[in-house]
């Protein structure tokens, strides 16, 4: 059996095939089907065999992106419920985002920030409130609502606020560490939600608990974004290019600083990182993609209010990083999905198959215990178990470890005016799923 | 204007006092366990909550069995206090024991994880009983003290209005000033007072002068999640109403207290707590009158929040703490 296990391992035309196999029976199922939620997810889990495969990155990313953009929204379109699984897949990859975003805060740079939820909620606000006619109420000149165009500038615009609100946050909390930024975020986050929750007096610009209800939709070419398999789209290019920013910076030189005030701030001060412009550029630049996102959110949702930015979305993004491996990007993209889904489809699903059981009279489960009321006690009991017993994660961060041997010895060919020997990238270096 | 802020110090001072005293009893848990294992015990809040609902659960079921009318309210709720304690007490011990002993050498972000953790379970399983029982999570305890007095202080001098407080106040004022002197006498007069002092100071060296260092730490966390449990008792008493969810706010608004007065500091912890509940309360009684109406009383917890940041930023010792260099 080991042996066996052994040779699929090293071979690549059996993986290729199995996973091929694996896909098509997947995707016939979902496309067959009228509602099925397994095969929808039968059918994303494929990427993560994808992940474990020995394929090259390319021909890696090159699969990912065919079973995105063609072969899932292609399927699932056959049935009723196309819409409801586009809406989770958008839920995904959003979440997924804010999720490598505040990676790069917690499992990169160490600063464990528990109110990062703010930046989407501020990201979120900024194309609300300008593409409804609340921004009447304060703007001297403008016609608003804005159009459907400026959507797309409004990402832009979405995270630079988001990183600007990073900056401001940062610069307060540079002074305290470890457990008191926690405290500190935690309370930043919740001043935020105050704040835009009580902000139509004296003037009226968020329109406090109310909301902000008919944000216009994006436009692109003359035609309306409305429905999430449109958004899909949007978000999964927003999504591949946060994954490659995250992965350019993870092995750049603000990554290794990150890294470097991760694990011992008063050394890496000592080596000459400087402590102050790595950690702003961290909350900056983990701040900004949940700007991103925020925007396309409230384009989405067409409705911002504070409810959707409570200290519990922030807790659940911490516990998506935690439970993928903090600092591991192929970990946090596993988490925030696994995470997202169980949100949004397993709970819900076991929820109404419990009513129907109810409702036959098989047995009764009285209403509190109703699992999809259980997130806090799942959240709670998921960051407890791993950080006990798997403190990095389902797949965990790796470092590049370098053989000190091979690298005296390519040094010493390197002067002799040879070849230099590094270590494999390919192998360290393995692509993630999307 | 200065009129008008004047008038309603007697009310601002005497809710102020009870909040404050709500507290400094709470953040004395936060201050203990930092003192002595440097860790933040987020879950402290919720333990003073569980405390609430333990509490009220034991009077109601008491009054079911009819013992409420027959014994004083006071005997009552000293019965209360002293069980509640007892059994958040070893809730927080087990607590330790589960989430924060295995990983006292982890970095120090894994234990402040659990601690979250062990919060958010706390809340949905007290929501679970309370729902499972009750029917709805918001429970509302029975009423021990319904006397109002009233304070003439318009009689001191025509500025003030008088003030009006329910007897409950005196008892949890008393109440937690009787826990906090207790506790100042027990860290500094008792051996195990002494054995928590020196485990603070140095872990390893009061092992090697054969202090029990585990046994130290659960007895810290048996006494300040025990007084946490009390403290939630207390505020049920007060303020009637109780939720799973009030344990959060509180708590980070004693944890402020803390680090207002100094984290690690019993004394500074009682004083942080007694200050800022008066500094919220004349917040939220004046700050739509100060600011013109542009900022509410709903920016009250905003200014708990603002007072933490700015004592972060500019005194992070706090107000009796002494200031900590950094060991490499």
Request: with cysteine.
């Amino acid at each position: 059996m080991k042996s066996l296990w052994k040779k699929y391992k090293q071979n690549k035309l059996v993986q290729g095939i199995l996973l091929l196999i694996y896909i098509s029976i997947t995707s016939l199922s979902l496309f067959m089907a009228q509602k099925s939620v397994t095969a929808f997810l039968l059918l994303l889990s494929s990427l993560l065999l994808l992940y474990f495969t020995n394929f090259k990155n390319l021909t890696k990313w090159l699969i990912a992106g065919i079973v995105l953009v063609f072969l899932l929204p292609f399927t699932a379109s056959n049935g009723d419920a196309y819409q409801s699984y586009m809406e989770v897949a958008t839920l995904v990859g959003i979440y997924i985002s804010m999720a490598l975003g505040l990676n790069i805060v917690v499992g990169m740079a160490g600063l464990l920030d528990l109110g990062f939820i703010a930046f989407f909620a501020v990201g979120a606000y900024t194309y609300g409130i300008f593409a409804t006619v609340q921004a009447s109420n304060f703007m001297p000149f403008g016609t608003f609502p804005l159009s459907g165009e400026s959507f797309w500038l409004f990402i832009l615009i979405g995270c630079f606020v988001a990183a600007l609100f990073g900056i401001l946050l940062g610069i307060p909390v540079l002074r305290v560490k470890g457990d008191y930024l926690a405290i500190v975020t935690l309370g930043f986050g919740e001043i935020i939600r105050i704040i835009f929750n009580n902000l139509d007096r004296p003037v009226n610009i968020t329109n406090g608990a109310m909301g902000i209800p008919s944000v216009t939709p994006p436009r692109l070419f003359g035609i309306d974004f409305l429905y999430p398999s449109q958004f899909y789209y949007i978000v999964l290019v927003i999504l591949l290019f946060t994954i490659f920013t995250v992965r350019r910076f993870e092995h750049s030189k603000i990554g290794r600083s990150w890294k470097a005030v991760r694990e011992n701030e008063i050394a890496a001060q000592a080596m000459g990182v400087p402590l102050v412009r790595t950690k702003l550029m961290a909350f900056a630049i983990g701040a900004s993609f949940s700007g991103m996102m925020g925007v396309v959110f409230a384009a989405k949702q067409a409705f911002v209010d504070p409810t959707s930015f409570t200290l519990l979305e922030s807790i659940t993004i911490l516990v998506m990083v935690i439970l993928g491996g903090m600092g591991s990007v192929p970990g946090v993209i596993l988490g925030a999905a696994v995470m997202t889904i169980l949100n949004l489809q397993v709970l819900t699903e076991v929820t109404s198959w419990l009513n129907q059981l109810n409702s036959t009279g098989a047995f009764s489960i009285p209403d509190a215990l109703s699992p999809s009321k259980m997130q806090r006690l799942i959240f709670g009991l998921l960051l407890i178990l791993f950080a006990l017993y798997r403190p990095k994660g389902l797949l965990p961060a790796k470092n590049h470890v370098y053989n000190e041997k091979e690298l005296q010895e390519g040094s010493a060919k390197e002067n002799k005016g040879k070849q230099e020997v590094m270590p494999d990238h390919s192998q360290i270096e393995k692509a993630q799923e999307v | 204007m200065l009129n008008e802020i004047l008038q309603t110090i007697p009310q601002v001072v005497i809710d102020g006092l009870t909040l404050g005293a709500v507290y400094a009893v709470i953040a004395l848990g936060y201050t203990m366990v930092y003192g002595i294992l440097e860790l933040i015990n987020f879950a402290h809040g919720e333990i003073f909550m569980s405390g609430a609902f333990i509490g009220t659960a034991i009077l109601i079921v008491l009054t079911g069995m009819g013992w409420v009318s027959a014994v004083p309210a006071i005997v009552m709720l000293i019965t209360v206090l002293l069980l509640t304690a007892i059994l958040t007490g070893l809730l927080g011990m087990g607590i330790e024991r589960v989430a924060y002993r295995p990983l006292r050498n982890a970095p120090r972000l894994i234990p402040l994880i659990t601690a979250i953790g062990i919060s958010f379970l706390l809340q949905d399983i007290v929501r679970f009983i309370a729902e499972l029982q009750k029917g709805n999570y918001i429970v509302t305890g029975p009423n021990l003290f319904k006397d109002q007095l009233s304070i003439k202080a318009s009689s001191i001098s025509s500025i003030f209005n008088d003030a009006s407080i329910k007897t409950s106040f005196v008892i949890v004022l008393v109440t937690a000033v009787i826990m906090m002197i207790g506790l100042d006498l027990f860290i500094n007069r008792t051996k195990w007072g002494m054995a928590m002092r020196a485990v603070a100071q140095d872990r390893e060296t009061a092992s090697l002068m054969t202090v029990n260092v585990n046994k130290v730490i659960s007895i810290t966390f048996f006494i300040g999640s025990a007084l946490g449990g009390a403290t939630g008792v207390l505020f049920a008493v007060q303020y009637g109403t109780i939720d799973p969810y009030i344990g959060f706010i509180l708590g980070l608004k004693a944890f402020t207290a803390a680090v207002l007065g100094g984290i690690g500091n019993i004394r500074g912890a009682m004083l942080g707590g007694l200050l800022l509940g008066l500094l919220e309360m004349f917040a939220s009684a004046n700050l739509t009158l100060l600011s013109g109406g542009v900022f509410g009383a709903e920016y009250k917890d905003v200014f708990a929040f603002a007072i933490l940041i700015i004592v972060l930023l500019f005194k992070p010792e706090g107000l009796l703490g002494k200031p900590v260099t950094e060991k490499v």
